[in-house]
């Protein structure tokens, strides 16, 4: 029997142990995907990856990235998976990430990306962003908008996050997210995203895999969104050229806003249209974006191929 997750021992002075020692340690087939206690219930994507990976004959872990009984040495890979409290926990969860010696996506790529001030790096390499004013204080700093949406930069599932039709309700949130310590970010509410949503961009193991619908999330009038269980509609998507070319290139200068990092396994690059027609860069996901696994039964077989490339040799 291989020594299990929980067992203490197994990483005991991991540090100290030769290369080849280390080889023996970890399990070659021994895979972590990691979650979290919401992400445990509630992530569709976790069972149709374990399964795969077991099919292909992986021994699978889904533990709690915050579970101090875990021995993360043991594993010849952890990958990030649903890690959804990262958010208001940032130090922590990069310490853990830090601490991980087999982790994907690369620790590196991780704090970079887990704060959207990344949007500026990203328009900075001359790829469209949503416009975006970062800490507004005054209604001249607001984009010109008939509706804005305002948002804490370290964020996910639309938490903290609002769309509001009166300047003073922008900038009051705004200001509120700054009194905490927060950046705040404003941009126009983009109206194409009521009638066609968003669209999400997966690439899995360097290749595109498929694309998503997701449904609008923010209603007029409804203030200001706390964490919900909710993930609005999904849809199968069929991206359009400009939409493809768009997400493929900001694929492509992932290495360049963060040199040296392993390439990603997984990314999810999510495009809205703006006023004039043209996809832009809502988010670039890749921390714990979901694979939407089940709206692409497909897509299983290459998170296998991916995880079967990103072992270490
Ligand atoms: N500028 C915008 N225009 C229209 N809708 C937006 C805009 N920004 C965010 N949203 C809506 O809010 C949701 C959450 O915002 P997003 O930037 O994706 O942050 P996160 O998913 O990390 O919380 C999006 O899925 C989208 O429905
Ligand atoms: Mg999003």
Known sequence: MLAGPRDRRAGAGAEHLTHARILTHIGTRRIALASSERGLRIDPDLPPASAALRLAGFDVD?????DDGVDWTAYALVVVRSCWDYTWRLEEFLAWATSVPRLRNDVRVLRW????VYLRDVERAGLPVVATVWNPTRAEDLPAAGEWVVKPSISAGSRDTARWADPADA?????????????????????????????????????FSHAVRKAPLLARGEGVRH????????????????QRTLADAVFQAI???????AP????????VHDDDGRPVLLELELTEPSLFLPQAPEAVASFVRAVEAALPR
Do not use: C
């Open 255 to 261: 290495g360049s806003f963060v040199p040296g990092a």
């Open 171 to 207: 900038l009051a949130h705004a200001a509120q997210l700054m009194a905490t310590g927060r950046t705040a970010m404003v941009q126009p509410y983009l109206v194409s995203v009521d009638a066609e949503g968003e669209t999400a961009m997966l690439y899995i193991g360097g290749r």
């Open 62 to 66: 889904t533990p709690r990235w915050d």
């Open 264 to 271: 990603p396994l997984y990314a999810r690059i999510d495009l």
């Open 113 to 116: 990306n887990t704060d959207k």
């Open 227 to 242: 964490d919900r269980d909710s993930r609005g509609d999904l849809s199968p998507a069929d991206p359009t050229t400009a």
